[in-house]
């Protein structure tokens, strides 16, 4: 295992290919694709650590990562520790050598390093174990080798081997092994620059989904959920959930309604008064689900209370608002907006599986959201809305945008003819962002045409297929690597039967999702109570939301320019 | 530290010299390539200050006795690869994980090793010891 940058940036690399040249000299090759060239050549030095056969899934996870991921130590879950000149190394490693790289020669797609070995350490609890081989990581560990040896010598002595090979059309020797290996694997110069144009690295992500919030301590919380509506009441439902300690209030303007509710939901009090509800020391706490256009007045009456509220996404229908309410946050307003997609644990599970190197590179994403719906009073007028289904739906999936593949720089919208005619704003867009980092996504958000049991989510890379549904415990991976039993398929006869296991799903993976509710909202509101109940809110929560509406903002730029239109910078 | 064992094979119609090293790897995809480091002194790299022509072979694991010979017959050529005839112009060395037959396009002196750079042509793969088990020996670091 090569290592290039520093104990706290280090950038890892899977090799077998390097040797002593006399008892000073260490020659490495890293391929020039990959970060950990840069980070040599950047610092100087270099570190290569043997493994033991025993940690052949560490170097396995390594030759599986995604080869631009920024933080392959953290998302494979690497120990490093330090050597010297700053070198990072792996933890428990058998052997290390530090190096300083005494100068390196163009040969190619792969540079050789020339490094002059400054020390080596030694892990003597370790020393006695046999190496790690090339041959332990290129195949499966044979559970004959014996066996299988002898069998293949049989083979090849009664020339049962080369019959089967001329039969199959396999040539024992490459006609041309330069021209194979270049075939198989190697880049010219100008295949080099067309792999790297969007960068060795992917740094566009600035997001990433956090851990699954732990339960809310028990201790009773007095919650307030304002806005005795539709949504207000499924506040209710996830305050008595995760928290079932919690003494709930209903606030409203409708004396009638909100006492309706209150009743409805077993709550130990009801206001009308909003600043009467934060300053009452029964509420430590506040969930705000209003009407968009309300948001930032709502904010500004709750700021001198200085209690946590958690505000409905979108932040606010303009920007402007956000800024106000990032101002209150600012002041001393402990505050967090709800964004179920940034706690749902099929985001999480998708987002470490490419980190992982699961699907390769992402290239593409489709997301698919909304499904019938007639939205009445203030979410069918645009004024109050702010806009349509892209802005009430859309925004979601911006979060999911952002969180599984990074930030967007240019966005590009159209839609199909309207449908409802009884909502102000939009009934279906679709929106396709891009990004320099060389991924492409579309989000088709509508409300005019159904959803059904189709994945909302689905990645697609150069090594396999992410799909998430809103409501699975699981995420399915398709992966292109050949099963066993796909080869298997591949060559049964007759042809019926071989098509009919063709069809069958033998490169698909089920991966189970780390948090029993699918949907992200029981976490989020762990993640807000267990805030206040241990005094602090997950932070950047609306920061993260002013972009996502930033995002959903250039969308309809976009689909009113008919062009691509360049999304702002992430100023976060 | 544990390292692969190959031979490097020079020579004209018959192998001329042998040396016996662990201290090889590939360079390149594109275009192929690979190093191997030997003492200048040694007969290979004096003969490869003239000629460009070698073929790199990485022993399997069972051919220790022919590491051992190679070994002990400092500048000379042991008899069980005196007699290799140069096949399709390449030696090939039976049993072995691979023989790999190229040229030498660079040598660089590193330490007290010198570093040859060889584009590769081709390769013989013994089908009988693909896949297998290569020659390791402790080598010092």
Not at chain 1, 205 to 213: E, G, Q
Not at chain 1, 309 to 320: D, H, S
Not at chain 2, 107 to 136: C, K, M, N, W, Y
């Amino acid at each position: 295992m090569l290592w290039g940058g520093t104990v706290t940036e280090p950038e890892p690399y899977a090799t077998a290919a390097f040797a002593f040249a006399g008892p000073s000299h260490l020659l490495v090759n890293p391929n020039r694709l990959y970060p950990v060239d840069e980070a040599i050549l950047a610092r100087g030095a270099f570190a290569l650590s043997w493994l033991a056969r025993s940690q052949r899934d560490v170097m396995l996870a390594l030759i599986g990562a995604r080869r631009r991921e920024p933080d392959k130590v953290r998302a494979l879950g690497l120990a490093v520790e330090a050597g010297p000149l700053d070198l990072p190394a792996l933890a428990g490693a058998p052997r290390t050598a530090f190096c300083t790289l005494e100068r390196w020669l163009d040969t190619g797609d792969h540079r050789l390093l020339i490094g002059r070995v400054v020390e080596l350490r030694t892990d003597a609890a370790r020393l006695a174990e046999p190496p790690l081989l090339y041959a332990d990581v290129t195949a499966a560990p044979s559970v004959a080798p014996r066996l299988e040896r002898l069998a293949r010598r049989a083979l090849v002595a009664t020339g049962a081997l080369d019959a089967w090979r001329r039969r199959r059309g396999v040539v024992a020797r490459p006609r041309s092994l330069p021209e194979e290996t270049y075939l198989d694997g190697g880049q010219t110069e100008a295949e080099l620059a067309t792999l790297l144009a969007p960068g060795v690295r992917d740094l566009g992500r600035r997001l990433a989904p956090p851990a699954s919030p732990p339960p809310v301590p028990p201790a009773p919380l007095g919650v307030c959920v304002v806005g005795p509506g539709g949504w207000g009441a499924v506040h209710a439902q996830l305050v008595r959930a995760v928290h079932p300690a919690a003494r709930l209030y209903v606030c409203g303007r409708d004396a009638a309604r909100t006492e309706a509710f209150a009743r409805r939901a077993g709550a130990a009090g009801w206001f009308t008064d909003l600043a009467a509800a934060a300053a009452d020391p029964a509420v430590q706490a506040l969930t705000l689900a209003l009407p968009h256009d309300v948001h930032r007045a709502a904010i500004e009456a709750l700021a001198a209370a200085r209690k946590p509220v958690l505000l409905e996404k979108p932040i606010a229908t303009t920007l402007a608002d956000a800024d106000a309410i990032l101002a209150a946050e600012v002041a001393g307003l402990p505050l967090m907006v709800a964004e179920d997609m940034h706690w749902r644990p099929a985001i999480a599970t998708a987002a470490r599986l490419v980190a992982q190197g699961a699907i390769g590179e992402p290239l593409y994403a489709d997301m698919v959201a909304g499904g019938h719906l007639r939205p009445s009073g203030w979410k069918a007028d645009v004024a109050r809305m702010g806009g349509g289904v892209w802005l009430d739906v859309g925004v979601h999936y911006v979060r999911a945008l952002r969180l599984l593949l990074g930030e967007p720089t240019r966005v590009l919208a159209a839609r199909a003819m309207t449908v409802n005619t009884k909502m102000g704003g939009e009934d279906s867009a679709r929106v396709l962002f891009a990004s320099e980092a060389g991924w492409q996504a579309q989000l088709l958000t509508s409300w005019v045409t159904g959803r059904f049991d189709l994945p909302d989510i689905t990645l697609f890379g150069e090594r396999g297929t992410l799909c998430c549904w809103p409501r699975r415990r699981w995420v399915e991976l398709h992966t292109t690597a050949p099963t066993a039993l796909g080869r298997l398929a591949a060559v049964a006869r007759p042809a019926a039967l071989r098509e009919w296991l063709l069809g069958l799903p033998l490169g698909r993976r089920r991966i189970p999702l780390d948090d029993p509710d699918p949907t992200g909202y029981a976490a989020e509101f762990r993640a807000f109570l267990g805030g206040v109940a241990r005094g602090a809110l997950p932070a950047g929560n609306a920061r993260a939301a002013r972009r996502d509406l930033e995002l959903v903002l250039a969308g309809y730029d976009a689909l009113r320019d008919g062009g691509w239109v360049p999304v702002p910078p992430d100023a976060g | 530290m544990t390292g692969t064992l190959a031979l490097v094979l020079v020579g004209g119609a018959r192998v001329e010299h042998v040396a016996l090293t662990s201290s090889f790897a590939e360079v390149a995809h594109h275009p192929a390539a690979l190093w191997v480091a030997l003492p200048p002194a040694s007969a290979v790299a004096r003969w490869l200050a003239a000629h460009e022509r070698l073929t790199l072979v990485v022993l399997a694991a069972g051919q220790r006795a022919l590491a051992r010979a190679c070994a002990d017959a400092g500048d000379g050529v042991p008899a069980a690869l005196a007699a290799l005839p140069r096949g399709d112009g390449h030696f090939a060395v039976a049993g072995a994980l691979s023989s790999t037959h190229g040229r030498v396009t660079a040598r660089e002196s590193v330490g007290d090793q010198a570093l040859f750079l060889v584009a590769i042509d081709a390769a013989d793969l013994d089908p009988a010891t693909v896949g297998g088990a290569p020659l390791l020996a402790e080598v010092p670091a």
